[in-house]
């Protein structure tokens, strides 16, 4: 079986004391890549040094996560500019607004989206959105942004069957992780509308930690917990899961 862990944040502190054990876990259920979404200039180190400990599996991006969009973001976003021309990253990520924690900064998480998407486009990249209680948000800037080659993933989807398909009119992929394994999470119900060729599973480690861990540190080798819950909304083996979900992602990575 082949997996891939499409988004965790496996380089935080929640993962130092037994990283061997998480990679370990990882591998052994059958999870061959985990790609590590950046947050803000702070956790570039750690993501940098984690990839070196295992560059086969460990795959980095580079964005500015909305949630770390404060008063300094046009410093933080000239550094993780140049970090992202002069390394070599597979995506432009995390990325997207955040309305839920805070909206102080909203105007600031506009302006750092839509700059982001102009490196994607520029560099050749796909983008990892981030859109929590703002999809509509989203919408308005990836309608007046996007262009035919932009490419990515709607990272931890939570809308409804329409958003799903407007997602999918942008040509992306729709992130599923642990939350379809939520029993009044009502996205299996969402999922049955829409072909299970144009998901993509993730971890979001350490969050969203799917059942029957919740509540718990999350971690790469759960992801297989988010195909099984698949195999089962689809009617189809887990094996079927694994290579349909590995191809979407190769399409978006080009790997």
Known sequence: MNLIDTHAHIYQEDFKADMDGVIARAKENGVSKIYLPNVDVPSIADLKALVQLDPQLFIPMMGLHPCYVKEDFEEQLNIIEKELRSGTYVAVGEIGIDLYWD???????????????????????????????????IFEIMDEEARPQLKGIFHCFSGNADDARKVLGYGFKIGIGGVVTFKNGGLDKVLKEIDIKHLVIETDAPYLTPVPHRGKRNESSYVKLVAEKLAEIYGISVDEVANITTAAAAEVFKF
Request: proline share 3%.
């Open 103 to 137: 909206k102080t900064f909203f105007s600031q998480q506009q302006e750092a989206f839509r700059r982001q998407i102009k490196w994607a486009l520029e560099l050749d990249l796909p983008i990892v959105i981030h859109a929590r209680d703002s999809l509509k948000e």
